[in-house]
């Protein structure tokens, strides 16, 4: 059921979220950033859109706070450089960057108005966490009308079991699923 892709770059987004040096040492697998700079590399090769996501909290007070069942994560003061991309994906001063304060990276942000804005209408989405902010992401993508793709070696979750469950679970309905090299595969034909 793994029918090919027709991507054009120019109606096509890489969204990557949360790649950053307070989360990516999430990624036990090892495989997200180099996979992901893979697929930055197609995308600036290809002239295609890319957007970094970085989540950052101001003073801790901006982060959503909820009463839940599950212990909450700590978003108050962080190391000075938790937010920095990891330097391996390449992110330049000309690059276009998001900050979000929350999980998904459409609320409260300018990313759908600047994919609408260039004609995007389909996004190639990747990062950490995959059942947290890559799905956050993902559902408020959907729910906006864009076709998806979702990088499945480029991305992770806290557990297998969390990230198994979405990409078997969620994304399904509301996309298409690819390795990185499947993608990269089936871009080139």
């Keep these: 059921m793994n029918t090919s892709l027709n991507i054009n770059f120019r109606k096509t987004a890489l969204v990557l979220i949360d790649l950053q040096k307070g989360i990516v040492p999430a990624d036990r697998s090892g495989k997200v950033v180099p996979n992901a700079r893979e697929l930055v590399d197609a995308f600036k090769g290809n002239d295609g859109f890319i957007s970094f996501v970085n989540v950052v909290f101001h003073d ?7 009463e839940t069942d599950a212990p909450q994560q700590a978003s108050g003061k962080q190391p000075p450089d938790w937010a920095e991309f990891v330097p391996e994906i390449g992110v330049t001063e000309n690059d276009y960057t998001v900050t979000k304060r929350q999980w998904g990276a459409f609320f409260g942000t300018d990313l759908d108005l600047q994919l609408r804005r260039r004609g995007i209408d389909t996004i190639v989405l990747c990062g950490i966490a995959t059942n947290i902010c890559v799905e956050s992401t993902a559902r408020e993508a959907f729910q906006l009308g ?13 557990s297998e079991e969390q990230h198994e469950s979405t990409l078997r679970f969620i994304f399904p309905g509301i996309g298409k699923s690819r390795t990185a090299e499947e993608f990269l595969t089936q871009v080139r034909c």
């Design 60 to 66: 801790g007070t901006d982060a959503l706070k909820t």
């Design 146 to 158: 864009y076709q998806q793709i979702f990088i499945t070696d480029a991305m992770a979750a806290f």
